[in-house]
Every structure is written in structure tokens, then in C-alpha cells.
């Protein structure tokens, strides 16, 4: 007990002596007044205070009560001084031993490693004794002490509060380790005694300090088990737990369920296994070194086979595992990869470059157009390289467009990752190309960049435009009426040879009417109504299939157009109008003409082979007769006649090869000409035409030089025609050559043709005549030996071309002619690859 508690209990325990001894004294003085007289005296004092007035007796007796208080009293404190002199002096040595005592109980106090907190109650601050090793955590000074939580955990801090709270409340007494902020453990024990509360505490060393460590990490293992078993029970992924030799002494609730068990109790005291015996070998084998397992493994659970991601841990205490049930994630993972598989096919098959950048603004896709734009390294793109590595390989190569400030720009183009809303820029690159760049931002970072090339769509663009401006001004500016009607049939576009034509006015035209209204308004009699109703059927069927339709009108007035409906893709019609009217009166006088001259044609052509075949018989007697007149069996003739005689025949021979070449032509242009095909030796027939030439050829002094190969075989022709056409050939060159000029005949086979080719070095032709020399009657005069009736190569034309063959000519003036004809060796075989 304090000191101060003691001493009041002594003061109050010799008050209550001297009260009583006080007391025991006036009862005695009372006493002894009482008894002094006797009996005797007592009838003497009744009689005397009987004699005695009250008054009397009321001052008498307080005098007497006084002086009896005051002799009482004056006794009771001499005696009183003495025992408080005793009670004094008593008082003085047990305090001088209580001193004594408590130094000593401090000095214990203070030496032993502990310390004390007492509280009193009274509200002044608590007393405090001992000390701690600094080692201990525990500091010295009083405020610090106090302050649990500067130097306690904060755990410990607050249960320490808590105890402290309990005992100054219920007197409960507690004892608990606590954890210092060093890391060292004190123990606290809170007591209460003689209404003071004491709490004490000890630095705990050795094996108490061990204990107390153990203590704690078991508590907090405990703990910690404890909350991981709560989770994993908490988990729907069945958990387990195994001890050294494997089996089973822990599992959740999931775990039962998976092993269709009623609680994890039972699936703990059956030793239920979650894994097969096929999981169980892949886990012993796989197993890490640190004694990890961790695999995807089809399990069946709860009477279905699902997909578990499984991730075991083996020590030397036991084991432990998870299985987590991933089947719909591997579900949706594959269905994941078949449409990023899927996008990137379609992707790859976009014109439009793509790339994604991921949140880490690293290349996590691109697609071949991508790859094709920029010519990138693969190497590079696979690396996975960030976007502001890209734009600086695309600076490097000049692929970019060319930026004042570089890095202001790039930044710029990196604000997109920051960006809520998808940004478009254009890049016009160095080489020409425009981009049309979209930068759109993903809502869980990262962007996707689509390069769009729009090189080409501008430049169509601006054609477009340019072609539409174009369009309009030549359809503004065309003397064709040209109307365009709408699927609906109201007019769509129309220029101002339309109006002017039906007479509209533009007012009219732009309110768009439908065709109906623009053909009660064009239409002024029953011809040109039929052929607005039929063309507003055009515009306005519903027929399968649309097709261009093209007809005449020939209008009130006498204007004639001709008029076309087109089907446009749109589900539009096309009307065109041209006016003809000049055309047509022009092509009807020309029609007129051509009729008069074809039958003035027939009538030349009928004069002409009626007048070759009258002369042809006259002219054969003529002939005959000369040649009689010649002979000398008739009679010899001098030798005028002899030349005048030569003079006819050869005058009548040249007229009668006339009137040949013109019933030739007269046949072939009647259509009733055929050829006499056989086998004909080309060599043969060559000599024969020259043969026959032979008296012109040197009459003329022409040397004719002749090439024919000796292989050159046989081909199937008219013999005669194609003679005459080598006669006819041979006999121009000879009429155009100069004297003892020269005449190339040529002959060659190439595959399945023959050709014949005859080379004269005269004049020549000159060329306003050279279009003309296969006309008929026209003719080169160079002299008075040259002279023809111009029917020569109008005959090789025809046969040539009557057998399948070409002819063509060559010529310049002062160095001669060359005439080509090419026949077919087969003329049927032509035929033939013809009609196929």
C-alpha cells in the first residue's frame, strides 16, 4: 500500500481511540459526582432540587454541565497530548521503516529488467518504475512508454489498449506478448491491487524469446491458413491440401462437389481423388524441380469431362493443389483464335493498309497491305517494334512526309493513344501518293492505324469532275436532244437541244415531269403520240430484260428524228433525239441518184456485151478473111497487100482480145462465171504466156528474164484464166518498158500458196493513178506504144480474187512496176478453212 494510505488510516484509527476515551471519562466524572454523597445525600439533593425553583434548576444544572464539560475536557486532552506524543513517535519510526522499505522494493524495482506502470485512480499521471535494454524495443522515457503505438505493431498496440480497457473496467486480469516495432518480443501483465491497476512488463530472452517468436509465427500461420482455407472454401475451383505421404487432409467445398461427394469431410475422411490416373502420371512426370506442376487437363467433374487448368505444389511437408475450371475460357479462347485467325485472312484481304498497336504501343498486328505499303523489313514488323519506331524507319527510308519539325509532328501522331475519338490526317508522300490515315483509338488502350491510298480516287476524282464539267458542256452544247428518266419515270437531265426541239420551256423542264406529262405535251398528232406512248413504255416497263431500242419520227412539220431508248444501270432510261431531217432528204435524193445510176449501169453494161457480141462475129470473119487474103494458096499478093493484110489480122486480134476482156468482165459481174479447176503444172503455164508473147517481146526489144524454181510443182486453178492473167501481167509490163528494157518473172512457193510476181523497170506509175489501175478503162499513156484499153489488171483482179488469191502493186515513177498475185495452191483447202 503507498505510503500517504497508510498514514491516513493511522490518523483515523487514533481519532476514533481518543473519541472513545473522551467519552469513557465523562461517564466516569458523571459517575463519580453521582456516588460521593451516598443514599443520604441523594434525599437531600431531591429534597433541595425539589426546593429549588425550575429556572433555578435549569441555571444550576448548565453550570454544572459546563464545569463537568470543562474538567472532562481539559482531562481528555492532557491525556490525548500524551498518547499523541506515543502515537507520534510510533507514527515517525514506522514511517522512517515504510520508507526504508519502499527504497528498497524501488532499488529491486529499478534493478530487475522490467517495467512497471501503476495507476492509482486519483487522475494524476501514472508511476513508473524499471527500466529495459534498448534491445528490448521499450523506450525509457515516460511519454514514450505510454504511447503503445510509437513502439508497439499496430496489432499489439491495440490489443494491448483493448486488455488495458478490460481491466480498468472488470478488474480482468490478463497476460500477452507483445511485438515491438524492432522486431523483439516484451511480455505484459496487467494485475489490479487495492483499487490501483499495474500493468508490468518483461524483455523476453533465451528460450522465452524463442517461444514467444514461435508463439507468434504459429499464430500467424494459424491465421493465415485459416484465411486461405476460407478463400479456396469461398473458390469454386476445387482445391486440396495432401500431407507428406500423399494422402488427403484438407479440401473445399468445390472439391467435393467435383467429386460428387456430400461435403469435403467425407471427400477428406474417403480420400476422394479429384485427378485420374492419367493426370496423376502427367503431373509425376512433368513436375518442375521446385516440385511445380502446372498443365490444362480434360478431367471429369461432377458427371461431365471438362477442361481444368491444374496447378500442383509438392514440398517435403505435403502438398497442395488447385484446379481451376477453364473449359468455357478454352472455348472462348479457341473461338478467340479462329476469328483473329478469320479477321487477319479478311484483313490480308483488304486494299487498305491496317496495323493495331497494343495499349504498350508495340505492332500486335498488321496485314499484307500494310507490309506492301511501307516495304518494311519483315524481320522488323515480327519484332514487334512501338509506333514511334515505325514513324522513325519510315523518316529514315522517306516514306513520310516531309515535316518542318520531325518531332512536333510525331508527337502529334502519338496524341491518338490519349485520344477518346478516332482522328483522320492525310499524308501526301514524296512520291506522289496520298494517304488517308484514320488513327482509332481502342477503349482499352492502344490504336489501330488504316492506311487508306487515295492517290488514286483523287486523281479519279478530279476526273471525275473534270469529265462531269466536260459532259455537261458537250451535252449543253450538242445538237442531239438528250433526255435522261428515272426509275420513276420523271425527267432527270436533260439539255437544251430537248426543250428546243419539243419546244419546253426550261421553267417546265424543272419541275421534272413524269414522262406522261411530257408527252401530252410534246404530242400533236396520232404519229408522233404512237411514238411518245411506245417510248414512254420504255422508260416506264417493268420488263425482265431492258434492251436498247432504236426507232424514226417524222413529226407534223416534217422534221425527222430519229429517237433511242437506253437502259441505264440504275434502273434509268436514256431517250436521245437527232434530228435528220437534212439527212434524210439528202439520203433520198441519193437514193434517187443511185437508183438512176444503177440502171443507167445495167443499160452500159447491156449495150456494152450486146455491142462486144455483134462485133465479135463480123469481127471473127474479118479475121478469117485476112488470114485467107494471106495465104498463097489463094493468090499471091505484092507486097503492099502482104503488109496491109498483116496490119488487119493484127489490128483484129488486138479487137477481138478486147471484146474478150469486156465479155469477161460483163460475166464476172453477172455472177455466172465459174473456173475450170484442175491440176496445172506452173512451169508449164508460165512458158506458155510468155510463148505467146513472144513476137511482142521482140518486136518491143524487151529482154524477159524468167525465174521459176524447177520444184515449183503442180496447183489447182483455171489453166486458161490463170494464163490470161500471166498474158495480160507480162504484156502490160512489156507496153510500159522502155526499149531493150527488162521484164522480171518470178514464180514461188511459200506453205500452201503460190505467187506470181512480174518486175518491169519503165516509167512507172505515178501515184494519184496508182489507186486507180484496177478500175476499169483506165489506162497510162508514156506514147504511142503504150497505149491500152485500161481492162488489163481490171481482169487479173478479178481472177485472182475469183480463185482466193490477192494481188498487189508497187510502183514509182522512173523506176518501174511490180505487180504480186498470190493464189492458193489449194483453192478448196481455202475454201474449206474459210467456212470454219
Known amino acids: 500500500m503507498p505510503k500517504g494510505s497508510r498514514d491516513g488510516a493511522r490518523s483515523g484509527a487514533a481519532w476514533r481511540d481518543w473519541s472513545l476515551n473522551t467519552l469513557k471519562a465523562g461517564g466516569g466524572a458523571i459517575a463519580c459526582l453521582g456516588l460521593s454523597s451516598g443514599p443520604a445525600s441523594a434525599d437531600m439533593l431531591a429534597d433541595t432540587i425539589a426546593a429549588i425553583n425550575p429556572d433555578s434548576m435549569i441555571l444550576f444544572g448548565s453550570l454544572g454541565g459546563m464545569c463537568a464539560f470543562a474538567v472532562t475536557a481539559a482531562t481528555a486532552l492532557v491525556r490525548h497530548r500524551k498518547q499523541s506524543a506515543v502515537l507520534t513517535e510510533t507514527l515517525q519510526k514506522e514511517k522512517g521503516d515504510l520508507k526504508l522499505r519502499v527504497d528498497r522494493l524501488e532499488a529491486m524495482l529499478n534493478t530487475d529488467e522490467q517495467r512497471v506502470i501503476v495507476w492509482t485512480g486519483n487522475g494524476a499521471m501514472p508511476q513508473i518504475w524499471g527500466v529495459l ?58 494485475r489490479t491491487t487495492g483499487g490501483a491497476v499495474v500493468l508490468r512488463m518483461r524483455d523476453l530472452t533465451g528460450e522465452r524469446q524463442m517461444q514467444a517468436e514461435l508463439a507468434a509465427r504459429n499464430a ?38 467435383a467429386v460428387e461427394m456430400p461435403d469435403a469431410t467425407s471427400a477428406v475422411k474417403q480420400g476422394a481423388t479429384f485427378l485420374d490416373a492419367a493426370a496423376r502420371t502427367a503431373m509425376a512426370v512433368q513436375r518442375t524441380e521446385d516440385g511445380c506442376f502446372n498443365a490444362r487437363i480434360p478431367i471429369v467433374a461432377s458427371g461431365a469431362r471438362r477442361v481444368f487448368e491444374v496447378t500442383d505444389v509438392n514440398a517435403n511437408v505435403g502438398g497442395a493443389g488447385i484446379a481451376v475450371d477453364i473449359s468455357e475460357l478454352e472455348q472462348a479462347r479457341k473461338e478467340l483464335g479462329r476469328a483473329e485467325e478469320f479477321h487477319g485472312r479478311t484483313l490480308d484481304q483488304l486494299a487498305a493498309a491496317v496495323a493495331i498497336y497494343g495499349n504498350d504501343r508495340k505492332l500486335q498486328f498488321y496485314n499484307a497491305a500494310f507490309r506492301q505499303l511501307w516495304d518494311l523489313d519483315p524481320a522488323f514488323l515480327e519484332g514487334h517494334p512501338e509506333d514511334g519506331a515505325v514513324l522513325d524507319a519510315l523518316r529514315a527510308t522517306r516514306k513520310i512526309p516531309e515535316q518542318a519539325d520531325y518531332r512536333v509532328w510525331r508527337n502529334k501522331m502519338l496524341e491518338s493513344y490519349q485520344s477518346l475519338e478516332a482522328r483522320e490526317s492525310w499524308w501526301h508522300l514524296p512520291d506522289g501518293r496520298t494517304l488517308r490515315v484514320i488513327a482509332n483509338p481502342h477503349p482499352q488502350g492502344g490504336v489501330t492505324y488504316i492506311y487508306e491510298n487515295v492517290t488514286e480516287q483523287l486523281d479519279l476524282e478530279s476526273r471525275y469532275n473534270a469529265l462531269t464539267r466536260v459532259q455537261g458542256e458537250t451535252l449543253d452544247n450538242l445538237s442531239e436532244a438528250v433526255a435522261v428518266f428515272g426509275s420513276d419515270g420523271r425527267l432527270r437531265l436533260w439539255n437544251p437541244a430537248f426543250g428546243r426541239i419539243w419546244n419546253l420551256q426550261e421553267d417546265q423542264l424543272a419541275e421534272l415531269p413524269h414522262v406522261k406529262e411530257v408527252v401530252s405535251a410534246c404530242t400533236l398528232n396520232a404519229t408522233e403520240e404512237d411514238a411518245w406512248e411506245q417510248l414512254a413504255g420504255n422508260v416506264t416497263g417493268l420488263l425482265d430484260n431492258r434492251t436498247q431500242k432504236v426507232s424514226r419520227l417524222e413529226r407534223h412539220n416534217g422534221d425527222v428524228l430519229d429517237y433511242a431508248t437506253v437502259p441505264l444501270p440504275d434502273g434509268g432510261t436514256l431517250v436521245t433525239f ?43 470473119n474479118i479475121i478469117g478473111f485476112a488470114q485467107l487474103l494471106s495465104d498463097p494458096k489463094f493468090g499471091d499478093l505484092s507486097d503492099k497487100q502482104g503488109e496491109y493484110a498483116e496490119y488487119i489480122q493484127s489490128s483484129s486480134s488486138a479487137l477481138l482480145a478486147i471484146i474478150n476482156d469486156i465479155l469477161d468482165l460483163a460475166t464476172l459481174d453477172a455472177g455466172i462465171m465459174e473456173l475450170d479447176l484442175g491440176e496445172v503444172d506452173v512451169a508449164s503455164t508460165v512458158s506458155a504466156a510468155v510463148e505467146g508473147l513472144k513476137d511482142r517481146i521482140a518486136e518491143a526489144r524487151i529482154n524477159l528474164r524468167t525465174q521459176v524454181p524447177e520444184d515449183i510443182g503442180m496447183m489447182v486453178a483455171d489453166e486458161k484464166r490463170l494464163r490470161q492473167v500471166l498474158f495480160n501481167l507480162i504484156s502490160n509490163a512489156v507496153r510500159y518498158s522502155e526499149a531493150d528494157g527488162v521484164v522480171d518473172v518470178s514464180c514461188s512457193r511459200e506453205g500452201d500458196s503460190v505467187t506470181f510476181v512480174v518486175k518491169d523497170h519503165g516509167y512507172g506509175i505515178p501515184a494519184e493513178i496508182l489507186t486507180q489501175v484496177f478500175n476499169r478503162f483506165v489506162g497510162h499513156d508514156t506514147g504511142a506504144r503504150r497505149q491500152g484499153a485500161g481492162l488489163g489488171l481490171a481482169i487479173v483482179k478479178s481472177f485472182v480474187e475469183l480463185h482466193g488469191g490477192t494481188v498487189d502493186i508497187a510502183s514509182a515513177e522512173g523506176e518501174g512496176t511490180t505487180v504480186s498475185c498470190v493464189f492458193p495452191a489449194r483453192p478448196e483447202l481455202s475454201d474449206q478453212a474459210a467456212a470454219e
Open 220 to 257: 500467424k500461420i494459424s491465421g493465415e491458413l485459416h484465411m486461405l482455407h476460407a478463400l479456396l472454401d469461398a473458390m469454386p475451383a476445387p482445391a486440396w491440401q495432401r500431407d507428406a505421404e500423399g494422402a488427403l487432409i484438407w479440401a473445399n467445398d468445390a472439391y467435393a462437389e
Open 133 to 190: 535494454p534498448e534491445t528490448s524495443g521499450v523506450p525509457r522515457p515516460p511519454v514514450q512508454l505510454l504511447a503503445f503505438g510509437s513502439w508497439l505493431t499496430a496489432k499489439c498496440a491495440s490489443d494491448l489498449e483493448r486488455y488495458l480497457d478490460m481491466l480498468f473496467r472488470s478488474g480482468e486480469a490478463f497476460t500477452t506478448t507483445l511485438k515491438t516495432r524492432t522486431g523483439s518480443y516484451v511480455e505484459a501483465m496487467g
Open 578 to 620: 437527232v434530228d435528220v431531217t437534212d439527212s434524210v432528204n439528202v439520203e433520198r435524193a441519193l437514193l434517187e441518184k443511185n437508183d438512176a445510176l444503177e440502171q443507167a449501169d445495167q443499160i452500159k453494161n447491156a449495150f456494152i456485151q450486146h455491142v462486144s457480141y455483134e462485133l465479135r462475129s463480123p469481127l471473127t
